[in-house]
């Protein structure tokens, strides 16, 4: 089963300001994806990537929101002007041996003030 | 569009118990996979089991098992003997060829000593 942290596990921030999310997988994987769950309410998708390249959207994923792999390993989901309703869990997962089967980190708790 | 109905937002069971927890969803695609994921108080998401839709012999993991019922387009999932860490919440979710959970609303599920 593959590994994934995350960091920061808990963020804080002030509505407006901008987060970086970050993922790093203990071994090599081809695809990734990022989900948010609101408290109270259900997993959301918001993106996958793949090969270095966004695969697919959600609705939710709009231009504040934005991911990378700036050296081959971490993950990152920036959001650059945090507003008060994007406060929620945010998970990473990445595929084990089989593509279809999704191993999620322990998630980022980010509340916006 | 792809949805997953979980129609019980609580359920409990008696500590060695056998306790079944529902799930239904809808798709138009041929080929898709089912999974059942836990969801403890850390709010990690750990992967319990998951079901092939061309398979027909229904997942077992020790003492989790599934009855997929694909045309009535059902995917329960069956915790025998249940212990009190299986204390969680428990999500139902789908994916498609792109690979996305789409997720159900969760179940809580309490374990009484």
């Known amino acids: 089963e593959p590994e994934v942290t995350q960091t920061p596990s808990h963020q804080v921030t002030q509505m407006g300001q901008e987060v970086i999310l970050r993922c790093v997988p203990i071994?090599?994987?081809?695809?990734f994806y990022w989900y948010r769950q609101i408290l109270g309410q259900k997993v959301e998708f918001l993106v996958s990537?793949?090969?270095?390249?966004?695969?697919?959207k959600s609705e939710i994923f709009d231009d504040q929101f934005s991911v990378e792999r700036p050296d081959g390993s971490n993950f990152t989901l920036k959001i650059r002007s945090t507003k008060l309703e994007d406060s929620a869990m945010y998970f990473c997962a990445v595929t084990g041996q089989d593509s279809y089967e999704q191993y999620f980190g322990p998630g980022t708790r980010l509340t916006v003030t | 569009a792809q949805t997953v109905t979980q129609s019980q937002p609580e359920m409990s069971v008696q500590e060695a118990e056998t306790v079944t927890l529902s799930c239904t969803y809808d798709t138009s695609e041929s080929d898709y996979y089912l999974f059942w994921y836990k969801q403890p108080p850390s709010r990690q998401m750990i992967l319990v089991i998951r079901q092939e839709a061309y398979k027909q012999q229904n997942a077992t993991e020790n003492r989790f098992s599934v009855n997929f019922q694909k045309a009535a387009k059902s995917f329960s999932l069956k915790i025998s003997d249940s212990q009190l860490g299986d204390a969680a919440m428990y999500f139902c979710?789908?994916?498609?060829?792109?690979?996305?959970?789409?997720w159900g609303a969760g179940t809580k599920l309490i374990i009484k000593p």
């Open positions: 990537f793949y090969n270095n390249e966004i695969s697919e």
């Open positions: 071994s090599n994987h081809l695809y």
């Open positions: 979710a789908l994916a498609g060829s792109n690979y996305q959970l789409i």
